[in-house]
């Protein structure tokens, strides 16, 4: 069975600054994505970024950029300028790719965010 | 932006009740999800549902589950006779054909038994 771990379970950044958040998982399949979601007061998940296993291209998203490292099995992301409005809880997520898209997320337990001003 | 939609956003129900949570998944998607949030906890994968029957279930999803697509456009929950322990947040998702898709989820329904 996958599992994702962060081991991180809050972390503080000064407004403007950067933060990594980082985020292990284990597998034994070649064929996957990863994700990190937002989860903001409101509970509504927030697709933040997605990398393609079979990429090696570190994905990005304006301020958002992810650091994989697939034989490591790490994907930490990388905020830069933090704003207020990134305070949140993140949860960096797996999916199996198996031809389909049945197969579900696997999520780890979150980073909860502080943005200090 | 299509999106998915949950009614109702709070449900509250007695012990041993039975309730069913909707979820209209936009329109194109062939994929289908239910996922819990307990409190402070993690996300957890309930059910998948594909070409109108479960593709996958996890440990949680027990026999007091079920879920259905009864029209070809909702997609519901239903947990047959609800315990303390099932109060939590619960989200639907789906996902479009392809590869390189993402799931798109609900903005959660939450419900309490008391």
């Known amino acids: 069975a996958q599992t994702v771990t962060q081991s991180q379970p809050e972390m503080s950044v000064q407004e403007a600054e950067t933060v990594t958040l980082s985020c292990t998982y284990d597998?034994?399949?070649?064929?996957?994505?990863l994700f990190w979601y937002k989860q903001p007061p409101s509970r509504q998940m927030i697709l933040v970024i997605r990398?393609?296993?079979?990429?090696?291209q570190n994905a990005t998203e304006n301020r958002f950029s992810v650091n994989f490292q697939k034989a490591a099995k790490s994907f930490s992301l990388k905020i830069s300028d933090s704003q207020l409005g990134d305070a949140a809880m993140y949860f960096c997520?797996?999916?199996?790719?198996?031809?389909?898209?049945?197969?579900?997320?696997?999520f780890g337990k979150g980073t909860h965010l502080i943005i200090q001003p | 932006e299509p999106e998915v939609t949950q009614t109702p956003s709070h449900q509250v129900t007695q012990m041993g009740q039975e309730v069913i949570l909707r979820c209209v998944p936009i329109?194109?998607?062939?994929?289908f999800y239910w996922y819990r949030q307990i409190l402070g906890q993690k996300v957890e994968f309930l059910v998948s549902?594909?070409?109108?029957?479960?593709?996958?279930k996890s440990e949680i999803f027990d026999d007091q589950f079920s879920v259905e697509r009864p029209d070809g456009s909702n997609f519901t929950l239903k947990i047959r006779s609800t315990k303390l322990e099932d109060s939590a947040m619960y989200f639907c998702?789906?996902?479009?054909?392809?590869?390189?898709?993402?799931?798109?989820f609900g903005q959660g329904t939450r419900l309490t038994v008391v």
């Open positions: 997520a797996y999916r199996l790719y198996s031809g389909g898209g049945a197969d579900g997320l696997t």
């Open positions: 597998t034994s399949e070649s064929d996957y994505y």
């Open positions: 990398q393609e296993a079979y990429k090696q």
């Open positions: 329109s194109n998607h062939l994929y």
């Open positions: 549902f594909y070409n109108n029957e479960i593709s996958e």
């Open positions: 998702a789906s996902l479009p054909k392809g590869r390189n898709t993402e799931a798109f």
